[in-house]
């Protein structure tokens, strides 16, 4: 964890938190939610306003996701739009995040000024118990609080300015007066102040949930279709004719969703050759067979994978993802197109990456980095989670090999090298 930590491709995103009236507000959240006030006087913070420290300071890493549903946040400045979701049950957790903030952004900056917004990001469930509680998710709603009541006291002055412009005679009412100067003290001119969030009501879209070993969720407008492992409670008992289920480790079946939803871009020359993708899915695929035959005492280089790939070829031939790949680089020079039912399902998705032009590509990255546990650079890129869970197997000298190519290639340009492979 400390490689990790080290070169920043876990926590290395985050703000920092130290100003003490930013602590001391933080502090008033966790009051808010029932939790312990934090010793510390120092800690960094993702885009919900989870804390690592916090979490093992607190000794639960769910502390703002208890249950793993109704996630909870803490905004202490608007800038918190920039960074990542760290910590999360559900993919789309940080897009719901980045629709608040974008449709809110006046109320939250004028909000945070003066004080801390927290509160939950609410849907019509409170536990998961099946994956028919996930279907039954269709909308969240944000409900927002503030330490000092500046929402409630907010909506209290809207209404006694509105009864002092309707009703004629009650500019006389001393109380009325009294009460509309105690709200403004702690308001402000709310006329040029916009302090209530206009939009806590978003779409639950498409999403990944790590409940019940993951569980991906893709809507259409006909059809919803679960990918899941079998195992899950709930797979295949609810609402089959508007629901398909398909067995995550059914990879043709998966496939064929993914092509004829257009959410896949296949083997074609006008991506491949332009990405290099394939090229380095090759080379890492390579790393992955050398690495789990024999790895080296020091560390994974040229010279020793290329040693270890002319003394092995027929571990390479039986593998057949090698071969795979450098057959289609051929074929596609002249910008054809690979006729994807000859090729054995295991192999289709070495081939692949998401329709960059479908609004589900991320999520579809995700998928496909779950078939791909050689491909370790789209693992991290578009599930966090699995490289995690991934990287605590591994031996030292992979950690070393992996941790080092995403720092040297990657985080330098994040996005330019997304743009690059992936787009």
Same mark, same amino acid.
């Given at each position: 964890?400390?490689?990790? @930590?080290?070169?920043?491709? +876990? $926590?290395?995103?985050?703000?920092?938190?130290?100003?003490?009236?930013?602590?001391?507000?933080?502090?008033?959240a966790?009051?808010?939610f029932?939790?312990?006030a934090?010793?510390?006087?120092?800690?960094?913070i993702?885009?919900?306003?989870?804390?690592?420290?916090?979490?093992?300071?607190?000794?639960?890493?769910?502390?703002?996701?208890?249950?793993?549903?109704? !996630?909870?946040?803490? @905004?202490?400045?608007?800038?918190?739009?920039?960074?990542? /979701?760290?910590?999360?049950?559900?993919?789309?957790?940080?897009?719901?995040?980045?629709?608040?903030?974008?449709?809110?952004?006046?109320?939250?900056?004028?909000? =945070?000024? &003066?004080?801390?917004?927290?509160? #939950?990001?609410?849907?019509?469930?409170?536990?998961?118990?099946?994956?028919?509680?996930?279907?039954? +998710?269709?909308? %969240?709603?944000?409900?927002?609080?503030?330490?000092?009541?500046?929402?409630?006291?907010?909506?209290?002055? &809207?209404?006694?300015? #509105?009864?002092? =412009?309707?009703?004629?005679?009650?500019?006389?009412?001393?109380a009325?007066?009294?009460?509309?100067?105690?709200c403004?003290?702690?308001?402000?001119?709310?006329?040029?102040?916009?302090?209530?969030?206009?939009?806590?009501?978003?779409?639950?879209?498409?999403f990944?949930?790590?409940h019940?070993?993951?569980?991906? %969720? $893709?809507?259409?407008?006909?059809?919803?279709?679960? +990918?899941a492992?079998?195992?899950?409670?709930?797979?295949?008992?609810?609402?089959?004719w508007?629901?398909?289920?398909?067995?995550?480790?059914? &990879?043709?079946? %998966?496939?064929?969703?993914?092509?004829?939803?257009?959410?896949?871009?296949?083997?074609?020359?006008?991506?491949?050759?332009?990405?290099?993708?394939? #090229?380095?899915?090759?080379?890492?695929?390579? =790393?992955?067979?050398?690495?789990?035959?024999?790895?080296?005492?020091?560390?994974?280089?040229e010279?020793?994978? &290329?040693?270890? +790939?002319?003394?092995?070829?027929?571990?390479?031939?039986?593998?057949? =993802?090698?071969?795979?790949?450098?057959?289609?680089? !051929?074929?596609?020079?002249?910008?054809?197109?690979?006729?994807m039912?000859?090729?054995?399902p295991?192999?289709?998705?070495?081939?692949?990456?998401?329709?960059?032009?479908?609004?589900?590509?991320y999520?579809?990255?995700?998928?496909?980095?779950?078939?791909?546990?050689?491909d370790?650079?789209?693992?991290y890129?578009?599930?966090?989670?699995?490289?995690?869970?991934?990287?605590?197997?591994?031996p030292? /000298?992979?950690?070393?090999?992996? %941790?080092?190519?995403i720092?040297?290639h990657?985080?330098?340009?994040?996005?330019?090298?997304?743009?690059?492979?992936?787009?």
């Open positions: 964890m400390h490689r990790l @930590i080290d070169n920043e491709l +876990i $926590f290395g995103t985050l703000m920092s938190v130290s100003e003490p009236h930013l602590v001391a507000r933080y502090n008033q966790l009051a808010g029932g939790l312990s934090t010793k510390r006087d120092e800690f960094t993702d885009m919900t306003g989870f804390s690592p420290q916090i979490a093992e300071e607190l000794g639960d890493p769910q502390y703002l996701d208890p249950a793993g549903i109704n !996630r909870r946040f803490i @905004i202490l400045t608007p800038d918190q739009a920039e960074l990542p /979701v760290v910590h999360t049950q559900f993919s789309n957790t940080e897009d719901l995040m980045a629709a608040f903030f974008e449709h809110n952004r006046r109320a939250l900056h004028a909000l =945070t000024i &003066k004080d801390v917004v927290y509160g #939950e990001i609410e849907d019509s469930i409170f536990q998961a118990h099946d994956i028919e509680d996930l279907l039954a +998710i269709e909308q %969240v709603e944000f409900k927002v609080s503030t330490v000092t009541d500046l929402l409630g006291r907010t909506g209290e002055l &809207k209404t006694l300015i #509105e009864r002092l =412009t309707k009703e004629p005679d009650a500019w006389r009412e001393d009325l007066l009294e009460r509309m100067v105690e403004a003290k702690v308001t402000g001119d709310i006329r040029t102040n916009e302090l209530v969030p206009d939009q806590v009501l978003f779409r639950h879209n498409t990944w949930t790590g019940f070993g993951g569980v991906y %969720v $893709f809507i259409d407008e006909t059809a919803t279709t679960v +990918i492992d079998p195992a899950a409670p709930g797979f295949r008992r609810s609402r089959p508007q629901v398909a289920y398909i067995d995550i480790g059914d &990879k043709g079946a %998966v496939y064929r969703f993914l092509a004829q939803t257009g959410r896949i871009d296949p083997p074609r020359g006008s991506w491949i050759e332009r990405t290099g993708l394939l #090229e380095l899915r090759a080379k890492r695929a390579a =790393t992955w067979l050398a690495m789990r035959d024999r790895p080296p005492e020091e560390k994974i280089d010279r020793w994978l &290329k040693s270890w +790939i002319g003394a092995n070829s027929r571990a390479i031939e039986d593998d057949g =993802t090698i071969p795979l790949i450098n057959w289609v680089n !051929r074929q596609v020079t002249n910008w054809s197109s690979i006729d039912n000859e090729i054995h295991d192999h289709r998705f070495a081939l692949c990456r998401a329709n960059p032009e479908h609004a589900d590509h999520l579809v990255n995700r998928l496909i980095s779950e078939y791909l546990p050689f370790h650079m789209t693992r890129i578009y599930h966090k989670q699995g490289f995690y869970r991934d990287y605590e197997n591994w030292e /000298v992979y950690r070393d090999h992996v %941790v080092g190519d720092a040297r990657y985080m330098s340009d994040r996005r330019g090298y997304r743009q690059q492979l992936y787009h």
